[in-house]
Structure formats: C-alpha cells, structure tokens
Nanobody, 117 residues
C-alpha cells in the first residue's frame, strides 16, 4: 500500500502562484509514476501532469508553460509549482501514484485550489 498526503492548496488571485506537495509513504517501489490530477465541480477528473520513475514528464495542454512538476525521490515527495493561475484552474487537486503493471492508482485525499478573479 502507498499513502499519499497532499498539501499546499488554498485561495489565490488570478495571476498568482501556489506550490502543491505530495508526500508518499509505504511500498513506494510498487509504483512507477506519479502525477497530479484535478477535478472541478461538475466535471470529470483530469490529468494535469505526470512524471515517471525515469523522469519522463507529461503535461496537459492547458497547463503547459505555467505548471511545473518535480519529484524528490530522497524525500518521497512530489511537487507541482503552479504559476499564472486562472479561475479555470479552480479544482480539487489530487496526487496519484500509478501501480506497476497497470494495476491502477493510489490516490491522495485532495487539496482545494481556488483562484479568484
């Protein structure tokens, strides 16, 4: 089992920045990638950014150039630096760890990000 705890969400004005953190614990060796997903009210959960164990990074088109994902393996922590935030970025942001062999995900409890206009 892997436990994920997010932190760093909050309320920010348009154009502002936030940094999310995801602390992982447990059987970290059983995951091969981690990522950030988000879910806005009335919408489906969507991938924001993903980083593999090998350091390959993917971003959703809507965050390219604004968000940066990173990972500190020594600390078992993943980050999402979010700049130039827009009201459309308002959502609950979830940390996810992808199980090896495509067996699904571990999820954190989510952290609310609210961007005011």
């Amino acid at each position: 089992q892997v436990q994920l705890v997010e932190s760093g969400g909050g309320l920010v004005q348009t154009g502002g920045s936030l940094r999310l953190s995801c602390q992982a614990s447990g059987t970290i060796f059983s995951v091969n990638a981690m990522g950030w997903h988000r879910q806005a009210p009335g919408k489906e959960r969507e991938l924001v950014a993903r980083i593999t164990d090998g350091g390959v990074i993917n971003y959703a088109e809507f965050v390219k150039g604004r968000f940066t994902i990173s990972r500190d393996k020594d600390k078992d922590t993943m980050y999402l630096q979010m700049n130039s935030l827009e009201p459309e970025d308002t959502a609950v942001y979830y940390c996810a760890a992808e199980k090896i062999y495509g067996l699904g995900y571990y999820w954190g409890q989510g952290t609310q990000v609210t961007v005011s206009s």
